[in-house]
């Protein structure tokens, strides 16, 4: 870098109409030219980099690198850029290379700034006493714990410690603009820090606020947005006039067409867009794309919510103070409604208006009615519909994020320790009603649940089918991850290789906002914060994910001992060869009655489709069309390929 000439100077006066208050403090590089620069006032120290060559513009115009148009406070701008037309001033910035600045009014800080790191937002509970700190390192696991945590708790207190610090090391009274970023047709930024490759296009007013992009993995932030106080992980989509206050975005999640979400943490690969959201924890894959939708001091994840959904937090007596739980993979109806505190039970489809503190978190997948201002409960029934399964497999394929830089953990499992869990508790909770009230065939009523006789059986009767099919999966799989194909001659060789390892695993499972994960070791994970264990937030997020990368290993130890609670066997004792194929039974029997009813419940919607169809059809065009829907033949696929592995693993075990 150098000092401009007497020459340059008197050129940039005279022919080029720029001025500075002092031109001693400008810094230029060896390459520079007087004519890259049309009307610029400098104030300050102001550094410029090479700013010869060309670039092409996203309209695909050929344009020549430079500056014009604007005022330049204590700013250095790197190689490469292309700045012009900013209305007010460029202050107090640093600039890298290859930047595209065009058509903005202004850009400056107001003083000292972590650029949104540390805003506390109040979550769940609106009139504050649930804080989470927005932090450029925050993941849904992270928050999970902190919401979930009283702040008393020496866990809280080092989960805030250790953002505390890395907060601290955000703090400058220089904003930043990263390499390769382009502001263009944008109204003012304040106290912002624009990691490299971020694109703004058209935003209103962004003010304290991280766009935390990386080369290749840009967040975008379009037409007519505002946010205040926000930060945005790589990746994140925040466009269309959406309104940001004190959120932040995750990764590859999307924000847009007039959303407006005030002090929420939205999480990778949401989807939001019409509606409104406050003071919610919106975990991995939540979806809302309605105007008249409202999601409220909720904790949700993979939730799709229907148009008009909606949740009161408010009684009228004491405030906005409650709050509600929709546990992963479930669905709002059209129109639905719940009065919080409730809590959801995962992959359930809530439908109608409920009134009364519904607590359905014992029964997984299943289907909550309103009937006449009253719930209704059909238990399991999710399990055998079409759409589950749909759901189970499009997450994983819309998980929009690079391999290497996942903050988020996320568990894309149907059946888990959890879910199964949550199907053995619920299946015990059926049949003690079911031994106490006696076979009838009125309503059962469970606390405020109501379920008709028939539910209540084909309840039972699912949730032991989706038992049996969880304990034939984990049996199978560890005997493939143990020997491969190769064969088992006694069941002494067969209980070794089935004895687990570790018990770790063993007991209650959790979900942690999208990861799924033994209650054991989420607890060595909080004795290590209260041992101050960890150096930094990284170590902390970084052991969190050692946990989830060892689901597999861990599952194993709970589905062994599910064996023994669900078989009634004693822990003392080995398995017998019978118990084996009894499981292994039990497990493609399971598997093909839940395939064969998802493929019934296929037909059902096409048929329906075909009831209102306008064209002639017959009966044979309604089964040419199940075969060809790409769902069904993933399901008969599926069905094949499992009979094909219940035959090699019965051979293989020659007991």
Not at 272 to 292: D, R, Y
Not at 507 to 535: F, H, K, Q
Request: some cysteine; hydrophobic content about 35%; glycine content about 8%.
């Amino acid at each position: 870098m150098r000092h401009l000439t007497e020459e340059e100077i008197r050129l940039l006066e005279e022919n080029r109409r720029c001025q500075a208050d002092n031109w001693s403090l400008i810094e230029v590089s060896e390459t520079f030219a007087p004519s890259q620069l049309t009307e610029v006032t400098f104030v300050g120290h102001c550094t410029l980099g090479d700013l010869s060559g060309t670039h092409i513009d996203r309209y695909g115009i050929k344009r020549s690198n430079g500056i014009c148009h604007v005022l330049l406070k204590d700013t250095t701008i790197g190689d490469g850029a292309y700045i012009a037309n900013v209305r007010d001033c460029i202050s107090d910035y640093d600039i890298g290379a290859d930047v595209t600045v065009s058509n903005v009014n202004a850009i400056y800080m107001s003083g000292s700034s972590t650029f949104g790191n540390g805003v506390s937002v109040p979550v769940l509970n609106e009139t504050g006493g649930i804080e989470v700190p927005l932090s450029r390192k925050l993941t849904a696991q992270i928050a999970y714990l902190l919401v979930t945590t009283p702040d008393s708790d020496p866990v809280h207190k080092e989960l805030m410690r250790l953002i505390s610090e890395d907060v601290e090391e955000c703090r400058s009274e220089r904003g930043t603009i990263g390499d390769d970023v382009r502001i263009v047709n944008t109204g003012t930024i304040i106290d912002g820090y624009i990691g490299d490759g971020s694109i703004i296009d058209g935003a209103s007013i962004l003010s304290d606020f991280s766009l935390c992009s990386r080369p290749g993995y840009s967040a975008v932030v379009g037409n007519g947005v505002i946010g205040k106080h926000f930060i945005a992980a790589a990746g994140a989509s925040m466009v269309d006039n959406c309104t940001l206050h004190m959120v932040f975005v995750g990764q590859s999640a999307k924000v847009g067409n007039l959303f407006s979400a005030n002090e929420s943490l939205i999480f990778s690969n949401c989807t939001l867009e019409n509606g409104e959201a406050a003071a919610i924890v919106a975990g991995p894959f939540t979806v809302s794309m309605h105007k008249s939708s409202l999601l409220i001091a909720g904790l949700f994840s993979f939730l799709n919510a229907g148009s008009g959904s909606n949740q009161s937090n408010h009684l009228y007596k004491t405030g906005p103070i409650h709050h509600g739980v929709v546990e992963r993979g479930s669905k709002t109806s059209s129109d639905s409604y719940i009065l919080w505190p409730s809590r959801i039970g995962p992959f359930s489809l809530i439908m109608g208006r409920h009134t009364d503190h519904v607590d359905t978190s014992a029964f997984p997948f299943s289907y909550v009615i309103e009937n006449h201002n009253e719930t209704y409960l059909v238990p399991g029934r999710a399990l055998l519909t079409i759409g589950t399964m749909r759901d189970a497999k499009k997450w994983p394929s819309r998980d929009h994020r690079p391999g290497d830089c996942k903050l988020d953990c996320v568990n894309y499992n149907l059946l888990s320790p959890y879910t199964v869990g949550k199907m053995e508790q619920g299946y015990r909770k059926l049949q003690e009603l079911l031994d106490f009230v006696g076979q009838h065939d009125e309503t059962y009523i469970y606390h405020n649940l109501h379920l008709k006789s028939s539910s209540l059986h084909h309840g039972l009767r699912i949730y032991r089918l989706g038992i049996d099919k969880f304990i034939g999966n984990s049996l199978i799989t560890r005997i493939r991850d143990k020997v491969e194909s190769r064969e088992i001659a006694t069941i002494e060789d067969l209980n070794g290789l089935l004895r687990p390892d570790h018990d770790e695993g063993v007991g209650l499972w959790m979900d942690l906002c999208g990861m799924i994960a033994p209650e054991r070791g989420v607890r060595r994970l909080a004795d290590g914060l209260r041992e101050t264990a960890y150096a930094t937030i990284d170590d902390f997020s970084s052991q969190v994910r050692s946990l989830h990368e060892s689901y597999y290993e861990l599952e194993w130890d709970w589905s062994y001992d599910l064996i023994y609670r669900w078989y009634g066997l004693d822990k003392s004792e080995s398995l017998t060869a019978e118990v084996v194929h009894e499981i292994l039974d039990r497990w493609i029997d399971a598997v093909l009655t839940i395939d064969r009813s998802l493929i019934q419940d296929a037909a059902k919607e096409h048929a329906i489709d075909r009831r209102i169809s306008s064209s002639a059809t017959t009966q044979m065009d309604v089964a040419d069309e199940l075969e060809q829907d790409v769902y069904v033949q993933c399901v008969r696929e599926h069905m094949e390929r499992k009979q094909s592995l219940y035959d090699s693993v019965v051979k293989q075990l020659q007991l």
